[in-house]
């Protein structure tokens, strides 16, 4: 894979190695890398890329982040490219729906594969006794590359052949063991569809990688997300044993610490801007990355503010940022010929972030819902 670094600003002088790193400090290098410090001029693939990968289990979510991210973005520039199969929409970083760069697809999914293995062991290791994973792997493969399926029409074909085996683990099976891809019209926005599945091998016409480099993986994950620690590693990736690949790095990369006495590891010329880096707000999609990258949160979410995000199911609330920290939540509805634009803070803004909000807020509802009339409400804020 191709080293990647985010444009921003120069790393900063004070930010020596060996030096701690305090919280807005990481939050402003965060920031910097996950081009949410300013707008950039970027092809939607190279946007993509620069993120590694944007986490996509809500089909949309990656047009909001994309737009929040690039200066002058469409919705056909990326939807044109997933169309194109410049970029994929399948099972990755986390074992969870991620939109990835075909080439980056391809060098990737078989570093996570042990964190697929460990899915399919955990959610259906009673359904596996005595069953032949690469049988069953080998025939899903012949299904979906017959033609496209659902998961529940791909469970019925399993079920035809192996009638006495568990539909959903034979599905199971097929979806970690075969690197399965969604096709459009799923994830294309003003179309959408059913989820439906074939190889990457016969969707791209390309292998995946023989020798992947978990190394790059990691350098990729750094110049996307860090200064960050080992176990930020894991928590994005959800493949264990990251230190030793870290250790092997080392000789290449800086060594920092946070507030906590805490190991973060960086490059050496990635972007650690001055903390006082202004901050314009940003509105951010549910299950952005910038939220679910590290095991320590607090360089963008208040621990207090985690508390108020979480739902039951796991479903996080689409997002915005005052001054570089997530600072409540937001929604879009329709009143019949009306978009209006819900902010709910969690906390008071000030008259200046107030004006900001509501300015980039008409910008996202001309972006989401163009053709309609435009409102946006800001709520009271507890307390």
Do not use: C
Request: net charge neutral.
């Amino acid at each position: 894979m191709e080293m990647l670094r985010s444009p921003g600003p120069a790393p900063s002088p004070t930010a020596e190695a060996g030096g701690v790193l305090g919280r807005r400090a990481l939050n402003r290098a965060l920031l910097a890398r996950q081009l949410l410090l300013a707008r950039q001029t970027l092809p939607a693939v190279r946007a993509v890329e620069r993120l590694v990968a944007m986490q996509a289990q809500a089909p949309l979510a990656p047009y909001v982040g994309l737009w929040t991210r690039l200066a002058g973005f469409r919705t056909d520039e990326l939807a044109d490219r997933i169309d194109g199969r410049d970029l994929v929409r399948s099972t990755l970083i986390r074992g969870t729906i991620h939109l990835v760069s075909a080439a980056d697809f391809l060098e990737s999914r078989p570093l996570v594969q042990p964190v697929l293995d460990r899915a399919l062991r955990t959610g259906y290791g009673r359904h596996l006794a005595g069953l032949d994973l690469e049988e069953v792997a080998a025939l899903g493969r012949s299904l979906v590359e017959e033609r496209p399926r659902t998961f529940a029409d791909l469970g019925a074909a399993l079920g035809e052949v192996l009638p006495d085996r568990d539909p959903g683990a034979l599905t199971a099976v097929v979806r970690t063991q075969v690197p399965l891809v969604q096709l459009p019209p799923r994830g294309i926005w003003g179309r959408g569809g059913q989820a439906v599945h074939t190889s990457a091998e016969a969707w791209l016409g390309r292998s995946l990688s023989s020798d992947p480099s978990p190394e790059d993986l990691a350098l990729r994950y750094l110049a996307a997300y860090g200064p960050a620690s080992v176990k930020d590693l894991q928590t994005w990736s959800g493949v264990t044993r990251q230190r030793q690949v870290i250790d092997r790095l080392r000789p290449r990369l800086l060594s920092f610490r946070d507030e906590n006495g805490t190991e973060l590891l960086d490059l050496p010329d990635a972007p650690r801007p001055d903390p006082e880096t202004p901050a314009p707000p940003r509105f951010l999609p549910e299950y952005d990355n910038l939220l679910r990258s590290h095991a320590d949160r607090t360089r963008v979410l208040s621990d207090d503010h985690r508390g108020r995000l979480a739902t039951p199911n796991d479903s996080p609330r689409p997002t915005f940022l005052i001054d570089g920290f997530v600072h409540g939540t937001w929604r879009i509805t329709r009143e019949r010929d009306r978009a209006v634009l819900t902010v709910e803070p969690y906390a008071p803004l000030s008259a200046r972030d107030r004006t900001a909000l509501l300015e980039e807020g008409a910008r996202l509802l001309a972006f989401a819902a163009d053709g309609a009339d435009h409102d946006v409400r800001i709520g009271d804020s507890p307390g």
